[in-house]
């Protein structure tokens, strides 16, 4: 069975933090590196961070140095701490895996508001 379950989105002021959790079947998550993706209003999805199987992180310059993705093997959950969060980090969030073509299958997303 595939699934994706994204949680932890919100309303936060800008400057506050987040911790987004996915969930993904075994199927989807391992041995593969997974990512965070962002879906802005009016715009495409877009990748933000990944990690490799074994823990190596690469970060998209609009989120480095304020976001961290981490991920619990042992429970095939990724993870991502969003920090010092701005209004255009709003979006809906999908975590997924990370391969060289686009995944068939995404869960429902988690959403992000950042507003006074």
């Known amino acids: 069975q595939v699934q994706l379950v994204e949680s932890g989105g919100g309303l936060v002021q800008p400057g506050g933090s987040l911790r987004l959790s996915c969930a993904a079947s075994?199927?989807?998550?391992?041995?593969?590196?997974m990512g965070w993706y962002r879906q802005a209003p009016g715009q495409q999805r877009e990748l933000l961070a990944t990690?490799?199987?074994?823990?190596?992180?690469i970060y998209m310059n609009s989120v480095k140095g304020r976001f961290t993705i981490s991920r619990d093997n042992a429970k095939n959950t990724v993870f991502l701490q969003m920090n010092s969060l701005k209004p255009e980090d709003t979006g809906v969030y999908y975590c997924n895996a990370v391969l060289p073509s686009v995944p068939a299958y995404w869960g429902q997303g988690t959403q992000v508001t950042v507003s006074s």
């Open positions: 990690i490799s199987d074994s823990g190596k992180a």
């Open positions: 075994a199927n989807i998550f391992e041995k593969n590196a």
